[in-house]
């Protein structure tokens, strides 16, 4: 199979989106700007941008502090017999120290033990600019992609940064029941007391007992209108395979 520019778009979204860790290369400049790799964890903000929390002892963070270029590496290949045959994607852009709330909540939604420590004095969090995606779906099977074509515009999804706690706490306080449906018909898991963590214009993130499971869209949301008949739509499939 060879993957089209369409293929290689969802599947780096998709990757993206449900990815809690990945492997950050920063310039290490003690050693002479040599390439560094670590592992970080991430979330991603509802544009699609991924957010990290850093401590300012950690080298990667030193790295980003005097030279702000990095990548992310995202894959779920290392599971695999033959991890070549895997997808995975590399992110190329910026990472800068963010002030905003709604990141921290984001990061802190997905990662709920990072509680613990994310107000001490020297952790901060940071959000990475996307310009480009390579994207590889198996052996010799890759593509670039320009980051615009994943990441969604700021000032598009703004109205879903302004009213996601609102979202979330209507779905939890007054859908229990279909947030379950919604784990165990769509996402295929068990048990009941799933709460809805997140949403972005791309899906919702479920959590139970520290679990998360994705739950992604049919096509993106770009206003109220469209939230409105994604959630619905979510709903009457999970009631369907419900009823069998």
Not at 227 to 241: I, P, Y
Request: glycine share 6%; hydrophobic share 40%; charged share 25%.
């Amino acid at each position: 199979m060879r993957f089209t520019t369409s293929d290689s778009v969802q599947t780096s979204l998709t990757l993206i989106r449900e990815g809690r860790s990945g492997a950050l290369s920063s310039l290490a400049f003690e050693k002479n700007g040599w390439p560094y790799v670590s592992m970080v964890t991430y979330a991603t903000d509802v544009s699609g941008r991924p957010i990290f929390l850093f401590s300012d002892l950690a080298a990667h963070c030193q790295n980003v502090s005097k030279d702000t270029r990095a990548s992310l590496l995202i894959e779920k290949a290392s599971v695999l017999s033959n991890p070549q045959m895997g997808s995975r994607v590399s992110l190329l852009g910026e990472i800068q120290k963010t002030m905003n709330e709604h990141h921290a909540s984001r990061f802190l939604a997905r990662h709920p033990q990072a509680n613990l420590y994310s107000s001490f004095s020297d952790f901060n969090f940071y959000r990475m600019s996307v310009t480009d995606i390579h994207f590889v779906g198996g052996f010799a099977q890759s593509k670039w992609v320009r980051g615009e074509d994943i990441i969604v515009p700021q000032d598009t999804v703004q109205f879903l940064e302004e009213s996601e706690i609102e979202i979330l706490n209507h779905m939890n306080s007054d859908h229990p029941d279909t947030i379950d449906l919604y784990a165990n018909f769509l996402c295929k898991k068990k048990g009941s007391g799933w709460k809805m963590v997140g949403i972005d214009c791309d899906g919702v993130d479920l959590m139970r007992k520290g679990r998360i499971s994705r739950l992604n869209f049919n096509s993106r949301v770009v206003d109220p209108d469209s939230v409105r008949e994604e959630m619905v739509r979510l709903s009457v499939g999970a009631r369907k395979l419900m009823i069998g």
